[in-house]
């Protein structure tokens, strides 16, 4: 009941980072003070959000570097940066899943992702053929 006029539009422009409960009492606060939200603002409001919401997301190049680097080292790190850069999603406030990040991101995820794979199976591949009896070097 302390919050003052924006910050009530706040959580009425962001529902979904509060709650039902004070989504509901802050329309009833901004009624009492005066100001309606009608049906066509709270979609138009509700409209917007998704939108922002939808905006996909762009990762420090660092990541990106460090995960083709793990990459070619045949790193567990390597597949799991790639799966996050490439399939990683968020449910929006309307049930829809969205990527969180961005085509270009994505599409060097996937590269992170595959590359780690076969560099894993390579490496693994070598280890066993190493330790297999009748291949080891003597010294």
């Given at each position: 009941?302390?919050?003052?006029?924006?910050?009530?539009?706040?959580?009425?422009?962001?529902?979904?980072?509060?709650?039902?409960?004070?989504y509901?009492?802050?329309?009833?606060?901004l009624?009492?003070?005066?100001?309606e939200?009608?049906?066509?603002?709270?979609?138009?409001i509700?409209?917007?959000?998704?939108?922002?919401?939808?905006k996909?997301?762009?990762?420090?190049p660092?990541?990106?570097?460090l995960?083709?680097l793990s990459?070619?080292?045949?790193?567990f790190?390597?597949?799991?940066?790639g799966?996050?850069?490439?399939?990683?999603?968020?449910?929006?406030?309307?049930?829809?899943?969205?990527?969180?990040?961005?085509?270009?991101?994505?599409?060097?995820?996937?590269?992170?992702f595959?590359?780690?794979?076969?560099?894993?199976?390579?490496f693994?591949?070598?280890?066993?053929?190493?330790?297999?009896?009748?291949?080891?070097?003597?010294?």
């Amino acid at each position: 009941f302390q919050f003052s006029d924006k910050e009530l539009a706040e959580i009425i422009q962001k529902p979904d980072e509060w709650g039902s409960f004070d989504y509901e009492l802050a329309k009833n606060i901004l009624h009492e003070r005066g100001i309606e939200i009608t049906e066509d603002v709270e979609s138009s409001i509700m409209e917007n959000r998704i939108v922002e919401l939808s905006k996909s997301e762009n990762i420090s190049p660092a990541w990106i570097i460090l995960g083709y680097l793990s990459a070619f080292l045949g790193g567990f790190l390597g597949i799991t940066i790639g799966w996050i850069l490439a399939f990683y999603t968020k449910k929006l406030p309307n049930g829809e899943r969205v990527y969180v990040y961005s085509d270009k991101d994505r599409k060097n995820g996937r590269i992170i992702f595959y590359l780690s794979i076969f560099s894993f199976i390579i490496f693994i591949g070598l280890k066993l053929y190493r330790n297999f009896p009748g291949n080891q070097q003597i010294i």
